[in-house]
């Protein structure tokens, strides 16, 4: 389970962009000018586009295949036939895979492009908690803590 600790700074831009010079960056006399960018901004309409575009560059370079259904879904055949699945969602990701050894060499790929964070084994995404009981083959999830969200938003008393 991956997530990327600068996404939006990842993506190339594709067009000419400038800013005002930062407040207390302005160098005195120069105030007038402006700053061309290099690379994606936090804030910068553009910056989840552009990080999405290189991100589903980099996975369909190394072989998945983009869901036609959901577009942040990827999947992949391992050399067993097994399936690897990656789900992204703004800079988190969810990996899943028969093989940790195939799953750490995503990781490790991912993290050499983007320079990524390993949160370890999923416990929460999306709201959902995650409970795994490996001896058992079972996955359960979990909206207890949003369902408890919504009622106190909306007020209604304990049953």
């Known amino acids: 389970w991956n997530y990327s600790k600068t996404a939006f700074l990842h993506g190339d831009l594709d067009k000419e962009l400038y800013m005002k010079q930062p407040e207390g960056y302005a160098i005195p006399g120069k105030e007038h000018l402006v700053c061309k960018l290099k690379r994606s901004l936090y804030g910068l309409k553009q910056a989840p586009r552009q990080w999405y575009q290189k991100f589903d560059a980099f996975m369909l370079k190394h072989g998945f295949k983009r869901s036609h259904a959901d577009h942040c879904l990827y999947t992949k055949k391992d050399d067993d036939g097994s399936p690897i699945i990656l789900i992204l969602y703004v800079d988190d990701m969810l ?38 009981d490996r001896q058992q083959y079972t996955l359960h999830l979990s909206q207890e803590k949003y369902i408890e969200k919504v009622l106190d938003r909306f007020k209604v008393a304990d049953a």
């Open 95 to 132: 990996l899943a895979g028969k093989k940790k050894s195939t799953l750490n060499a995503l990781k490790q790929q991912l993290n050499s492009a983007f320079s990524m964070k390993d949160l370890g084994e999923a416990e929460h995404i999306l709201g959902m908690r995650i409970k795994r």
